[in-house]
């Protein structure tokens, strides 16, 4: 499965390596939020269960594989897996660990509760982000996606794929994940100072000692882009991303940015939203 350039050097500044046939982690720094904790799946095969997509184990021996032989539907990719973090954590990012029988078009999402999912629920959730950048190659065993997350608290996170990659005719099968890994903070080193409801404007601002989360009230799945002003008026900070974005209280340039009172402008589906924000520190 080939990487795109950018993934693959997104792959290599957070401290993954391509060897042989596969990707090994390396120089990690992060702990697996993931690993040896609770996975459901819609399906699986019955040697594919979803546990061993969380026991840190690389292979095909150790692998989810959903149950795609009794529909259609499946056999297309329309299959999901969520795993049960224990506990809320700020979470930013996941690897997934994809066996050659990858999904074509899949999407992040965190459920909003602490209370588990309903089974086979499809509502309710909140896409973070969704890739298409996958495809076939069966000369390759093993592929990896990163990807960062709008930083999100939540204890569920759930992979849900739409549509498998397209094999040659001859092979008739789901999709499968060797490892599903989840990395973030715990909501312990992260403190909410304040989670604002909707405005009138339109966007829910959750801001803590690291940043501001800035979300658009009623999207799931809109790109969205926010440009930071600073009280003089001069423009501090483009950011984008999917359905959120995450300010860091920082400029263009990594500095932190002082404190005061800065206009947020978000631009999503065509229009364009305007609100403020006080930062002191």
Known sequence: MKIPKDRAIAIVMTGFCLVAWSFNTCAAART????????????????????????????????????????????????????DLGAKYLVDS???????????????????????????NDTGWT????????YYNAT??????????????TRFVRMHSYKRLQPPSEFAWGISIMEFEIYGNPITSVKLTSENPTTASGLTLARTNIGVSIRVSGLN??????????PSGQMVRHLSGTDASFWNYKDSFGRSVTNGTYLLRVTSAGKTIQDKIAVYR
């Open 94 to 120: 996941v690897a997934i660990y994809w066996e050659h029988s990858g999904s074509g078009n899949y999407v992040i999402q965190t459920w909003p509760s602490d209370s588990t999912p309903p089974s086979n």
């Open 127 to 134: 896409i973070l982000l969704r890739d298409t950048t996958l």
């Open 221 to 230: 799945n809109s790109k969205i882009s926010t440009d930071v002003f600073a």
């Open 140 to 153: 390759v065993q093993m592929c990896l996606s990163f990807l960062k997350l709008p930083p999100s608290q």
């Open 32 to 83: 697996n939020l993931a690993l040896n904790k609770t996975a459901t799946a819609d399906s699986y095969d019955a040697t594919g269960g979803p546990q061993m997509a969380v026991d840190g184990k690389l292979g095909q021996n150790s692998r989810w594989e959903n149950n795609y032989a009794p529909k259609p539907d499946s056999l297309k990719g329309n299959a999901w897996i969520y795993v």
